[in-house]
Nanobody, 128 residues
């Protein structure tokens, strides 16, 4: 079982930056793939970025060049550095884990079928 807790959300203006953190309360083999997801208001949840235990990363097209995922496995924490934030980046951001990464067009697949363990989310609001 893996428990995850997100932090670092907040409100920024367009062009601003935020750094999200996700800490694992417990660590197991089900954490080899770690992902960030978001759910904009009134829309479906979507994959943002993922990092595998070997350090490889993938990003959704909408965030490439602006967001960066990283990890500190000893601290049981992953990060999402978000730069040049836009209003369309607003939403609830979640981290999730899986034993194996599953992607669609480079974005991690935002489903409990692929990522069975989820945090409760942290809110990001970008104002114009």
């Amino acid at each position: 079982q893996v428990q995850l807790v997100e932090s670092g959300g907040g409100s920024v203006q367009t062009g601003g930056s935020l750094r999200l953190s996700c800490t694992f309360i417990q660590f197991s083999h089900a954490s080899k793939c770690l992902g960030w997801f978001r759910q904009p208001p009134g829309k479906e949840r979507e994959g943002v970025a993922a990092i595998v235990s070997d350090g490889s990363t993938r990003y959704a097209d909408s965030v490439k060049g602006r967001f960066s995922i990283s990890e500190d496995r000893l601290a049981r924490t992953i990060f999402l550095q978000m730069n040049n934030l836009q209003p369309e980046d607003s939403g609830t951001y979640y981290c999730a884990s899986a034993q194996v990464c599953h992607y669609r067009n480079d974005a991690p697949r935002a489903s409990e079928s692929y990522f069975p363990y989820w945090g409760h989310g942290t809110q990001v609001t970008v104002s114009s």
